[in-house]
């Protein structure tokens, strides 16, 4: 599964190795890390949230995920949810006869946002059940599966992907090197400062998703597909697509932890209200309405199984 290392700020070469499925992270970690990395290089950024694969549109600021589904439901089982629209590739993928998330204990750390190591704290420890979570997954359907590269960040640095932090970007994931990225202080300002441990763990699984996205081979095709689009409408369509099924993933993750986490029905609601915070806006139109972005987070959290997440066989009203 690979080893994790993590940088402090005040020894910016020194790393020590911390064993991927480590229930919390090491006690000592406080406001002195600055920078946090898990296996290699890391990157890309997101806007409120922003996922990137490992391309861009223009500027510092890094391109709309990568993401593609293969073969399994829409978000309902019905003829009016979904599309005869069976790509070669995107219908046809290992992860979604995979089955139901097993669930894993994952109990939340206590949380105070404004403290910078105790939200390290909630994020290594949450980050840590994901890769268990999805590492086992993978294994059980005998998929490869590395974890993710962690930057957590409180001052500004580079990715293979851009600059980060971009205005009113938080966190982001960059294929390129595999790159987990979350600002530390940052997120908190995008949750608009909530106390409620339940959002940023929505925060971290929806990056998460685009990872487990990367390693299903979803992001490849997703990008071959995107990038062969004529119009920005329809590459906006791609992204949506791509960016709904994180919300997705990310939802059959935090349901799989329901009980330890714990999340009930307040936890529920903390959840969707953030997922709506993260979504469309005015002209952006790259993560979906917070309507469709709610639908799809609550659809994952119920069926807790990847097969529900087939954005890209879902109707158009779906995604956008």
Known sequence: MGKSSR????????????????????????????????TGLGAVALAGFVTVAAFFDGGNRPAPSTAAPAHGPAVRQDDTMAVSNHDDGLDANRLYSSGRLAEVACEAPRLHPRDATSMEVFLHTVTDCLDESWGEHFADSAMPFEPPNR??????????????????????????????????????????????????????????????QGEAGILDRYQDERSGQGTSAD?????????????????????????????????????????????????????????????????????????????????TELVD
């Open 7 to 38: 940088r402090s700020a005040t020894d910016a070469g020194a790393e020590y190795a911390l064993p991927v499925h480590a229930a919390k992270p090491r006690p000592h970690l406080g406001i002195g890390v600055m920078v946090v990395l898990i």
């Open 235 to 315: 590459r906006d369509l791609w992204t949506r697509r791509g960016e709904l099924q994180a919300n997705c993933l990310g939802g059959v993750f935090l349901g799989s932890v329901a009980d330890s986490f714990p999340i009930g029905g307040e936890g529920r609601a903390n959840i969707l209200k953030d997922v709506g915070l993260r979504s469309d806006r005015g002209d952006d139109r790259t993560h979906g309405t917070p309507q469709n972005g709610q639908m799809w987070t609550d659809h994952g959290m119920d069926r807790q199984d990847p097969a529900a997440c087939n954005t890209w066989d879902a109707r």
């Open 151 to 212: 930057v957590y960040w409180y001052a500004s640095g580079q990715s293979p992907c851009g600059n980060y932090p971009v205005e009113g970007t938080s966190a982001f994931y960059c294929q390129a090197n595999q790159g987990l990225y979350l600002g530390v202080a940052d997120i908190v300002e995008t949750s608009a400062g909530t106390g409620d441990a339940e959002a940023y763990g929505f925060l971290l699984s929806h990056e998460y998703g685009h990872h487990v």
